[in-house]
């Protein structure tokens, strides 16, 4: 699933969406506007939204998981590459100066 995919992908899947996002605020506001005072047409409009709202939601938190998971590996790895990058370059110096 989308979930799953190489990030070019997921990019892709995310622009895709978003441009679908404001597609679907477009229809939504365009629904609002002919509704008028019907409030049946009002409350399945209502929702629609809600429902739009809450898997929006949804995503957000997947892509805050996400980030969240490359936040932990990056906060262990780099400190762990600087040290090993420091012990090299001084036994490079040590080496070189003697």
């Known amino acids: 699933m989308w979930h799953k995919t190489l ?3 997921a990019a892709s899947f995310f622009k895709s969406h978003e441009e679908d996002s404001k597609k679907r605020i477009v229809e939504f506001q365009k629904a609002l506007d002919v509704a008028g005072l019907d409030s049946k047409a009002l409350e399945t409009l209502t929702l ?9 939601d949804f ?3 997947f892509r805050e998981a996400e980030h969240a998971k490359i ?4 906060s262990r790895f ?9 012990a090299g ?3 490079i110096v040590k080496h070189f100066t003697g």
Not at 71 to 74: D, I, R, S, V, Y
């Open 71 to 74: 936040g932990l590996w990056a």
């Open 48 to 56: 629609r939204v809600e429902t739009q709202l809450q898997i929006e």
């Open 78 to 86: 780099i400190p762990l590459a600087a040290a090993i990058a420091g």
């Open 7 to 9: 990030p070019s992908e």
């Open 59 to 61: 995503i957000i938190r």
């Open 89 to 91: 370059v001084t036994l």
